[in-house]
């Protein structure tokens, strides 16, 4: 007795998870090639984008405070 499976289906899956193992193989192999950067090289990069964001952000809160400013003595 038991479950039976349709022929098939095993065909199927197991052709499924060649291609799934394949492709797992390729990833590992391509991320072996990649040049991965320094930690110096993080840190510089991440401070070049906290500054970059706080400087947008003082840009963008100005203009924002400057137009609402305006628009308050338009609007009165």
């Known amino acids: ?3 039976q499976v349709p022929p ?3 065909l199927v899956f197991n052709i499924m998870f060649k291609r799934i193992k394949i492709f797992l193989l390729d990833v590992y192999k391509e991320l072996k090639k990649v040049s ?3 930690k110096n090289e993080i840190k510089e990069s991440t401070i070049i984008v906290v ?3 706080g400087i947008s952000a003082v840009f963008i ?3 924002d405070f400057f ?3 305006i628009l308050s003595k ?3």
Do not use: Y
Request: no cysteine; aromatic share 10%; glycine share 20%.
């Open 1 to 3: 007795m038991g479950v």
């Open 8 to 10: 098939g289906l095993l």
């Open 36 to 38: 991965w950067p320094t």
């Open 51 to 53: 500054i970059a964001v």
């Open 61 to 63: 809160g100005t203009v």
């Open 67 to 69: 137009f609402g400013n």
């Open 74 to 76: 338009i609007i009165r």
